[in-house]
């Protein structure tokens, strides 16, 4: 069997968790969360970066940062995960649903300002598969219409617009580190902050709501109930883990980025006379390797595709349901059909993708995909 993800081991993890352990503090905030922090800031330049227990913990501390109140409207892409959306509509906000790119699963910029009205708060973008959306045009359009921009970079470390970091652009943004994403603790997320106006409150919203931060850094000399927040730090235990994989960034994201050209190199030619569409990567963007997918030209090519590479032992996967018809939101959305979203609802396919794939275990896929060597 082929499986969909492998969380890769880097050979550290225990022996960091070992420390992090015996030297007697595994709550949050010791000393590999700072280490990881730190990490993130120096490289790729983030003013500011919190460890949380998940992505969808750092988009709630968005959420509550840009005081998002009931009546607000944010717009993001709907195509993506529940929790890009979820940590808005738990502040009260409404969901405004823009549609993808014909070309690419990214949010279409240029649908975007016709969205906006005097209600809006925000705009999220997701940055699908670690390949940038056009952030000029959006920050363009946020500063024009007095709008915060919050990017959702959960697959995207390591990428880059236009040579900046993706996370470095926005106002604020996230990252995963969810088992299936290029750099994996189980579970975990980080919160960027780029705006100096929300620092100081990002670390009370942290730490529970109270200035817990500033007294263990010996600013204050006692602490207490300052603001809302919740308990959105990990445990030590697992920015341990963590730190043991941004060790081997670069050795991940080479491999990583290896087996993505080589699915793309042996499937181009296939996909052009197949009616296939591969990723299309912008010439303002660069590819991470987090994702290798294939759109199908229908829903029954799809199933039928994923089928035939479950018969012969391959787990590969569709993806995201357009947010806009969920069970939850389909009633309060305004009715407008976004085409490019149900396609790729219908339509997008994943490979395997992690970092043991051997090149023999691509090319085995590749056969199965191209119909060859077929149960």
């Known amino acids: 069997m082929i499986p969909f993800n492998k969380p890769y081991l880097t050979g550290k993890e225990l022996h960091f968790i070992y420390q992090a352990v015996y030297g007697e503090h595994i709550s949050g905030n010791g000393i590999f ?13 983030f003013k500011k970066t919190l460890l949380t227990t998940s992505c969808t913990d750092a988009l709630e501390m968005c ?65 699908y598969a670690g390949i940038a959306c056009d952030m000029d045009k959006i920050m363009d359009l946020a500063n024009k219409h007095k709008l915060i921009v919050i990017e959702d970079a959960a697959q995207a470390i390591d990428s880059y617009y236009k040579g900046k970091p993706l996370g470095s652009i926005g106002h604020l943004a996230t990252f995963s580190f969810h088992e299936t994403k290029n750099i ?35 600013n204050i000399n006692k602490y207490g109930w300052v603001d809302s927040g919740s308990s959105f730090l990990p445990s030590d235990i697992l920015a341990a883990y963590l730190w043991a994989q941004l060790e081997n960034l670069d050795d991940i994201q080479l491999k990583r980025k290896n087996i993505w050209q080589h699915y793309y190199d042996s499937l181009k030619n296939w996909a052009d006379t197949s009616n296939i569409s591969l990723p299309h990567i912008p ?15 229908s829903f ?10 479950k018969t012969n032992g391959i787990e590969a996967v569709f993806h995201y349901l357009s947010l806009h018809n969920s069970e939850y939101y389909k009633d309060r959305h305004d009715g407008r059909i976004l085409v490019n979203s149900d396609q790729y609802t219908e339509c997008l396919v994943r490979l395997p993708m992690f970092y043991e794939l051997e090149v023999s275990m691509i090319d085995f896929v590749v056969d199965i995909i191209k119909g060859e060597n077929k149960k």
């Open 300 to 309: 029954e090519q799809r199933t039928s595709l994923i089928k035939r590479l």
């Open 33 to 45: 969360t700072k280490k990881c922090q730190r990490f993130f800031e120096e490289r790729y330049g």
């Open 63 to 127: 959420a509550i940062l840009t005081d998002i109140q009931p009546g607000d409207e944010v717009i993001i892409p709907s195509y993506t995960f529940v929790s890009t959306a979820l940590a808005f509509v738990r502040q009260g906000a409404k969901i405004i649903f823009a549609d993808s790119n014909s070309d690419n699963p990214n949010i279409d910029v240029d649908k975007i300002e016709s969205l906006i009205n005097e209600k809006t708060k925000a705009i999220v973008v997701v940055h």
């Open 283 to 297: 010439d303002y963007a660069t590819n991470n390797g987090h994702m290798f997918y294939l759109v199908c030209n």
């Open 184 to 218: 994996v603790c189980g579970e975990g997320g980080l919160l960027i902050i780029n705006d100096d106006k929300y620092v100081n409150r990002a670390e009370i919203i942290w730490e529970k709501g109270t200035n817990r931060a500033e007294f263990f850094r010996g």
